[in-house]
């Protein structure tokens, strides 16, 4: 198993990071040590066991389905880099 | 009277009461020496007004005869806590600006107690790191340094509360440890760090790294102040769904020293390959405190504990790669300038490049490649698989009757910053060889100063607990604490 500059490409485009293209065979080469390290899970036997959801056995609580919160568009806008008439402003998404 | 900065926190819980001192007095004194700690960066952000304000507050209910354990009391705050107003950036250039419009719970606790906030404090950013060098605001320092004087990490992620608990910079600090990171600081500065329980502390506020295995926990000058501070960190809070309905105990009241016919795990798994002979005659030595005090010590085995640091590197990069998803330019913190002609996804991207560092980038990217189609069950599946397992081996000796485990707390004593600098990146992570299967079987652990190595640098030891049975775990911890004697202080440079 070895990432190639592709598969970096690929990996930083999903999470949304921009990687110059230089800097492509550097990154793939610590996503290759990394996963090396990684690679040791293979050898535990595994078969039957179920895969952890919850460290605690827990039941989660409910609670009543009712708003407990809102009216507070300025505190949600507060820290917005680009905030215009109680919106968020990002660039043109739609053409 | 010591020196009012030296003081543990319950010295100066039986001074406020006694109204030997108060505490705009010791937060006056405390302020004094932040501001003269500028060398250590230990403080991103400095409150001192704050702290000013809440000392005078915790007086007058003092005065008034209402006063919790921590009344009174200034504290450092990780910059990892939302704190109301306050910058609170998790070490991040993409939250560079961010002022919290509401407080985590276990601030609040502390708030409600009558604590004072001194400011927050240094950490590997989105506390992914075991050396603060990860900072967007630069590497705390540790204040102690052996003869070369060569400056040494105070590890990581909580390396400023490490750092300011260490240097009398504060009488007790908050941290989190997801992976190792209130213990290995701890064993690196020569105090005493807990993490509790998973669930024991509300993760409501804490900017989440990985939710499954953050916790936080205090950070102290001893064993009595960690179970001072602990007791008001926790209790349940119905705003973090996975924060358990227990009651807490007076920890502090469990404090007895009394282990006779305690049984102590050591598990042969935990002399790995290349550890220093330092370690482990530290490791034996603490191993014959115990018996002396009247503990059982059994031999035992935890066959998974290999498998743990790799689990890790998969579970928390994972989780990461989904809590950082926020971070997108819209809603909080940095928007990078962008260019004519740039849309959303150009947006996204050059933010995130420019707001993450070097490190949170790669594990984000690691987390997204391992829950992406074809890799999920290759690698998340199986991770979380082998997670079960470690939890199980825990499970099983608990079962037969351990009552704690003794184990080293690190596998070596404090660093030189930048010493990592050309080590690629599982280097940095095998410091958390000893801690990291605490946080992945959810269990209690803590680090206990017990000894210098050859350099006069500190190192602890680590005893890992019984679900829920902190009390238990601290009294355990006392006793070693007490055996140990370690009262070593670093001496003062910066």
């Known amino acids: 198993m070895s990432i190639d500059n592709d598969t970096a490409r690929r990996v930083a485009k999903l999470a949304r990071i921009r990687v110059e293209e230089e800097a492509l065979p550097a990154l793939a080469s610590e996503f290759n040590t990394i996963l090396g390290f990684i690679e040791q899970l293979q050898e535990v036997d595994v078969d039957g066991v179920e895969p952890m959801t919850g460290v605690t056995p827990m039941h989660l609580k409910r609670r009543d389905d009712v708003v407990t919160d809102g009216s507070q568009q300025e505190k949600v806008l507060a820290n917005a880099p680009d905030a215009r008439e109680g919106f968020f402003a990002v660039p043109k998404v739609v053409e | ?494």
């Open chain 2, 1 to 494: 009277m010591t020196e009012l900065t030296k003081l543990t926190i319950a010295s100066a819980r039986d001074a406020l009461r006694k109204g030997e001192i108060s505490s705009v007095e010791l937060t006056g004194a405390l302020n004094a020496a932040v501001d003269g700690s500028d060398k250590l960066n230990a403080y991103a952000h400095k409150t001192p007004e704050i702290a000013e304000a809440q000392a005078r507050a915790a007086d007058a209910r003092i005065q008034a005869g209402d006063a919790p354990d921590l009344c009174g009391i200034p504290l450092g705050i990780k910059d990892l806590f939302c704190t109301e107003n306050t910058p609170s950036q998790a070490a991040s250039r993409i939250l560079d600006g961010f002022r919290p419009p509401y407080e985590s719970t276990v601030t609040t606790q502390l708030f409600r107690d009558g604590a004072v906030m001194l400011g927050k404090l240094n950490m590997d950013e989105f506390a992914m790191g075991s050396s603060n060098e990860t900072s967007a605001y630069g590497a705390a320092v540790n204040p102690w340094q052996a003869d070369d004087g060569v400056a040494l990490t105070p590890g990581g992620s909580s390396g400023g509360s490490a750092a300011a608990v260490a240097a009398d910079l504060c009488l007790g600090a908050t941290g989190t440890d997801t992976g190792g990171s209130i213990r290995q600081p701890a064993a690196f500065t020569g105090i005493t760090g807990i993490k509790p329980t998973y669930g024991r502390c509300s993760r409501f506020g804490i900017i989440a790294f990985a939710s499954s295995l953050d916790q936080a926990g205090p950070m102290t000058r001893d064993v009595r102040d960690a179970a001072i501070m602990l007791r008001a960190m926790s209790g349940h809070d119905p705003k973090d769904s996975t924060s358990a309905d227990i009651a807490v105990p007076d920890f502090e009241a469990m404090l007895t020293g009394d282990i006779r016919g305690k049984v102590i795990g050591i598990p042969r798994e935990y002399h790995v390959d290349g550890m220093p002979t330092e370690i482990e005659t530290l490791w034996t030595r603490g191993t014959e405190m115990l018996r002396d005090a009247g503990a059982l010590i059994r031999d035992i085995s935890l066959p998974h504990t290999k498998y743990a640091l790799p689990a890790y590197y998969v579970i928390a990069p994972a989780e990461a790669s989904s809590n950082l998803a926020r971070y997108d330019g819209v809603r909080f913190g940095h928007r990078a300038k962008l260019a004519q002609g740039d849309g959303i996804t150009e947006m996204y991207e050059k933010t995130r490049a420019e707001g993450f560092g070097a490190e949170v980038q790669r594990r984000i990217m690691v987390g997204t490649y391992v829950l992406s189609a074809g890799f999920y069950d290759a690698y998340y599946n199986r991770a979380r698989k082998v997670r079960t397992l470690i939890k199980r081996d825990f499970d099983q000796v608990f079962a037969e009757g351990v009552d704690a485990i003794l184990t080293p707390a690190t596998p070596s004593s404090a660093f030189g910053l930048g010493a990592m600098k050309d080590a690629d990146p599982v280097q940095m992570y095998l410091n958390d060889v000893f801690t990291v299967t605490v946080n992945l079987a959810g269990l209690p652990g803590i680090s206990v100063p017990a000894g210098l190595d050859h350099k006069g640098l500190p190192l602890g030891l680590q005893l890992i607990g019984r679900p829920w049975e902190e009390g238990d775990l601290l009294n355990t911890a006392y006793a070693l604490e007490q055996a140990a004697g370690f009262v070593s202080k670093p001496a003062k440079w910066w």
